[in-house]
């Protein structure tokens, strides 16, 4: 899924003349304990999806990096999909496959970069619609994070979405547990716009493999709103409502908004105002439940970070390496986006978790185990982790500990 994971965000502005390099929204802390609201009910066990496989330990959207994600005890993996030049449905995070293949190190494909508009975006890149199955097959995978292992570079292939089913089938016979699907349809009105739309050839391949009803083991996600709405009408498999943003203001913990992650692409073309975070009022939650089962907020709507300020109201580099980031700011968390979503029959997904300590809050002093347990005890329903075996730990010690 998920498209920010951490991509470089443009600083609010007026946080731009800090000498220090900030990043703001991908890290955190600070010493204070993980402040909780109000309480809501927990879920009972809540879910692990394998954010693109375990993508934490080998390149993303891999049979491989699934394998793993299923070994190490995920409920659910979570392939991004996007379209083929011959209409095949292949797990990418974008149609762009510059940063997860080696597709610009072949000579022989090199004629194919081409600038495209992506949400309205100009966009320069090798597009995956650009390419049939054929040629996508003699491209290898490669570690999209600059700091994690890159020694499995160019070793894995980019699986089909049928393939990802067939290894949830496969692995589930042979575990005795049900390994479910996640798939998210990656930018659908541009897929739509390229004569390569998404949806039917999702539902087409769910139903090859007899998963059609609400109790399959399927979550379909998508940041945009209209094809969820068109999938409802088609199907009863459960929908998940995607709720990004740009950043957070570290100042304050507020969301901040900035295109092309302000709102949901299909709101800009058909000319809707608002943002993401309308999603998540109360009225927003009304509309969401009328076609959705679940809404997959980014994390900073439940618990946000916020910055020690100085006397000039600057972030402070509190655990001084030089940089402002996640690693300097507390984590304060708010049960109520949860709340109102339950008590409308939603459930919250919610993303993305990371080990990294540059990406953890100061609040969880360089414990993953703490990040999860704030979220489960505010209720979230399922997180999405780059690194399914500390969600699973941390699921689990959790759940005994309420018993
Ligand atoms: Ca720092």
Redesign the pocket.
Known sequence: MLRPGCRPRPLPAALAALSLAVLAACGGGNDDAPAVAAASTPAARPLVIAHRGASGYLPEHTLEAYAKAIEMGADFIEPDLVSTKDGVLIARHEPMLDATTDVAERPEFASRRRTLKVDGIDTTAFFASDFTLAEIRTLRAKQAFAERDPSHNGRYQVPTFEEVIALAKSRSAALGRTIGVYPETKHPTWHEEQGLPLEDRLLAALAAAGWTSADAPVFIQSFEQANLKKLRAKTRVRLVQLVDADDVDPRTGAITYAAPYDRPYDWTKSGRSGSFGDLLTPAGLDEVRTYADAIGPWKRYLVTVKATLDAGGNPV?????????E??FRAVADDTIVRNAHARGLKVHTWTFRNEPRRLAASYANDPAKEYAQFFAIGVDGVFSDFPDTAVAARDAWVAAQK
């Open positions: 580099d509190v655990n001084a390496d030089g940089q402002v980031n690693a300097d």
